[in-house]
């Protein structure tokens, strides 16, 4: 037996908005919206997204980390549309990932990051 996968269930405070945000933004396919639910998926990443929710971005607590390939590629795309992080440029950490922050448009954090080669 082995786990194969996660999928983050992320609050949004308008469903349609925020998915529209992940693909015009991030380059995410929406699969679906309905009242209240959405699905939008990236290569092997999905997310949920369910609402209307209230929290205010100021009180988030919501974030998620997605593992990448490329991360150089991705960060470009990301400082090219402005929504990198003011305090999460992408940089070295200590535990051996190369890794950035953005903020989506509910205030959620994401961090994309990627391993350096172990050789």
């Not at 980390?65 to 305090?87: M, Q, T, W």
């Not at 950490?93 to 953005?102: I, K, L, N, T, Y």
Request: aromatic share 12%.
């Amino acid at each position: 037996m082995r786990l194969t996968g996660a999928v983050p269930i992320v609050p949004a405070r308008k469903v349609e908005a925020t998915t529209a945000w992940y693909r015009d933004r991030l380059g995410f396919e929406v699969h679906h919206v309905d009242d209240g639910y959405g699905i939008i998926g990236r290569d092997a990443v999905y997310v949920h997204f369910w609402g209307p929710s209230e929290t205010a971005p100021e009180n988030s607590t919501y974030m998620y980390r997605v593992a990448v390939s490329g991360i150089d590629e991705l960060y470009a795309e990301a400082k090219r549309e402005g929504i990198v992080h003011p305090n999460g440029p992408l940089g070295e950490q200590p535990w051996g990932s190369r890794e950035f922050a953005v903020l989506d448009c509910d205030g959620n954090q994401l961090t994309f990051y990627e391993f350096r080669d172990a050789s």
